[in-house]
Structure formats: structure tokens, C-alpha cells
């Protein structure tokens, strides 16, 4: 838990009382990759940290798999459409490599939300750098050519490093041959 709880400082300043009872409701898990953390038609119910790994989460289309979002070390995740109504999720998060995850049940992060202020103030700078991020994929689809996207892609070596064309293609909106089209012409 060493590495979560260096992220948690380098986000709010927490006492060790309100740390401990933070991490009493946090458990770890090793997902291997290729395994399934959350299938489509689930309903959420936990909170995951990402120690180590990797994840995805796709959905199916014409019996096809379709990327929408791979995220890395040192970032949360959740079926977010899912966990807080408490509907069916319409995505699959899966491992994209060994993984090493905290995961916090929706029951005791709401506890946490409810007993410890500061704890509060980190989930909302969690969440507020997550719509962020989705705000500039959003905003990315819209303004660039899917070769300016991929530009942007290059920015972080652990995209491309770690996950398969296939699925980059998918994060980016276009085919595999598309894909290999624009990295032909950056080299």
C-alpha cells in the first residue's frame, strides 16, 4: 500500500489517524492480464487504484471489441455510468497487463466521504482531473485529424508501449490500417 498512500499525499495533506482509517477499508488485488475486473451488463460496486498495470474498458459492437479508454499507474477508475445509479454497466474493463489494483467498495468510500472531510477533498480532485482528462478526449476527437491525435498518443511512451494497435486504433477513432498508415508517414 506504500505506493497509495504516496499518491494520496502528493494530493491532500491527511493525518495518520484518517490515513489508517482510510486503508482499513482498502484491499489489494493482483489482476493477471486478460482478465475481466468489471463485464458489460454488471452493476459496479468498487473503486479501483492502479498500483501497477494497466486497464481498458471496451464495449462490443457488431461483434467487435471497441477501446474507449486505457488508463495506467497511479490513476483511478470506476464504471462511474454504472456505479453511482446503480445500472448495468455498458462497458468491460479489463486488464491489459498484470495489474496490481487497490479497490475501495462503493460502501465504504461513501463511509470514507461521510467520516473523514479531507477524504472528501480527494475525491474531488480525483474526479475533477478524470473529467478533465475526458473533456480533452472529447474536445481532441472534435479539433484533430487522427494523425494530431496520435501525435498527442506519442506524448505518453506507456500508450504506446503497452497497448496492442488494435485497441490504440480504437481510442483513436480509427482502423488498425489507418493506424499504421499515419505511423508510416511520422517516420
Known sequence: MEEFIRFIKTIIW????????????????????????????????????IVSGGVRFFYDRNDQENTTWVTFKNEF????????????????????EDSKLVVIDKKDMDFLYSHVPVWEEFGRKIWEAMSVRMIDQILNFQTLSAE??????????????????????????ITPNALSRIRKNIR
Do not use: W
Request: hydrophobic content about 40%; overall charge positive; some cysteine.
Open 14 to 49: 491527511i493525518d495518520d489517524s484518517d490515513l489508517q482509517l482510510v486503508l482499513s477499508r482498502c484491499t489489494e488485488r493482483q489482476i493477471p492480464k486478460g482478465k475481466t475486473i468489471l463485464r458489460k451488463g454488471q452493476i459496479a460496486k468498487q473503486y479501483f487504484f
Open 77 to 96: 477508475f470506476t464504471e462511474i455510468s454504472s456505479l453511482h445509479p446503480q445500472k448495468p454497466s455498458r462497458f468491460t474493463i479489463e486488464a491489459i
Open 148 to 173: 494530431e491525435r496520435y501525435l498527442k498518443f506519442m506524448s505518453n511512451p506507456e500508450f504506446l508501449q503497452k497497448v496492442p494497435i488494435k485497441q490504440l486504433a480504437a481510442v483513436l477513432g
